[in-house]
Nanobody
Framework: QVQLVESGGGSVQAGGSLRLSCAAS????????MGWFRQAPGKEREGVAG????????DYADSVHGRFTISQDNAKNTLYLQMTSLKPEDTAMYYCAARTTCTRNTWLLGKTNYPYWGQGTQVTVSS
């Protein structure tokens, strides 16, 4: 079955960087859609970055555009989220999500589009 395991979270100061990883198993990410979502205490889960890996399309939330980069290593079957210029408001639990089949019309930042989720990794940014 599909499994997603995130890693790479931690505590950093504002302005710092982190790289999150999401190791996928049970399917090949090459032709799928995958995304990164986050949820802060008391807030709804929101889409941060998404990738239609097979179609070469990415999308980002306005709040992270230009600071975060989503990428993947097909050989390692792993998705990444490079986060730079981190801000205290980026503090949240970050989740990896996957949809094994998708099209160019799939909304990459819509959490209801993803049936598979990882357990999350905490990112804390201090000012």
């Amino acid at each position: 079955q599909v499994q997603l395991v995130e890693s790479g979270g931690g505590s950093v100061q504002a302005g710092g960087s982190l790289r999150l990883s999401c190791a996928a198993s049970g399917y090949t990410i090459r032709w799928s859609c995958m995304g990164w979502f986050r949820q802060a205490p008391g807030k709804e889960r929101e889409g941060v970055a998404g990738s239609y890996i097979g179609g070469g399309r990415t999308d980002y939330a306005d709040s992270v555009h230009g600071r975060f980069t989503i990428s993947q290593d097909n050989a390692k079957n792993t998705l990444y989220l490079q986060m730079t210029s981190l801000k205290p408001e980026d503090t949240a639990m970050y989740y990896c999500a996957a949809r094994t089949t998708c099209t160019r019309n799939t909304w990459l930042l819509g959490k209801t589009n993803y049936p598979y989720w990882g357990q999350g990794t905490q990112v804390t940014v201090s000012s």
